[in-house]
C-alpha cells in the first residue's frame, strides 16, 4: 500500500503541474492575442498537448481511486459473495483493456510515430513523446486494477 499511496502523491502532483501549466499557457495566449495583439505560435499546440496528458493520466488516477463512474445497480441488489465476483470480473476487464488498446497500442504508436520522425509542427516536439501518455496510463490503470484485486474483502 505505501507503493499505491507514492504512486498516487507522484501522478497528482503531476496532474497540478500539468493544470498549472496549462492555465499559464492559456492565459498568455489570451494575454498576446487581445492585449498584444499578436497571438502566439505555440500555445494551441501546446494547450492541446497538455490536455491529452491531463485528460489521459487523469482517468488512470481516477481509476486508482476508484472514483471513475460506475452503473452499481447489479452489486448493490447481489450478496457480498457475488459483490466480490463482479468486482473480480470487472477489474480482470479493465485490465486486459488497458494492457490490450493502452499499453500495447500506445506502445505501437509511440513506436510508429517514432520511427516514422513525426514532429508537431510549432513545437517541434516528436509525437512519440505526446502519445507516450497512452501506454502509461495504461500500466498505471493496470498496476491500480492489480492492487485492487488483491485487496478485494
Do not use: C
Not at 504512486?7 to 496532474?15: F, P, Q, S
Not at 481511486?65 to 479493465?94: C, E, F, G, W
Amino acid at each position: 500500500m505505501a507503493l499505491r499511496k507514492k504512486i498516487d502523491n507522484i501522478l497528482a502532483n503531476a496532474l497540478i503541474v500539468i493544470m498549472g501549466v496549462m492555465v499559464v499557457n492559456v492565459l498568455w495566449q489570451v494575454f498576446t492575442r487581445f492585449i498584444i495583439g499578436t497571438p502566439s505560435s505555440f500555445t494551441d499546440e501546446l494547450a492541446r498537448y497538455l490536455m491529452i496528458w491531463l485528460g489521459i493520466l487523469g482517468a488512470a488516477y481516477v481509476s486508482g481511486r476508484n472514483m471513475h463512474v460506475a452503473i452499481d445497480v447489479l452489486p448493490l441488489r447481489s450478496s457480498t459473495k457475488t459483490q466480490k465476483r463482479l468486482k473480480l470480473m470487472v477489474y480482470t476487464l479493465i485490465i486486459l483493456f488497458a494492457f490490450i488498446a493502452m499499453v500495447i497500442g500506445g506502445l505501437r504508436l509511440v513506436y510508429i510515430t517514432y520511427i516514422l520522425d513525426q514532429y508537431s509542427p510549432a513545437l517541434q516536439l516528436p509525437l512519440a513523446a505526446v502519445y507516450l501518455a497512452i501506454p502509461l496510463s495504461g500500466a498505471l490503470i493496470i498496476f491500480y486494477k492489480v492492487s485492487d484485486i488483491l485487496n478485494i474483502k
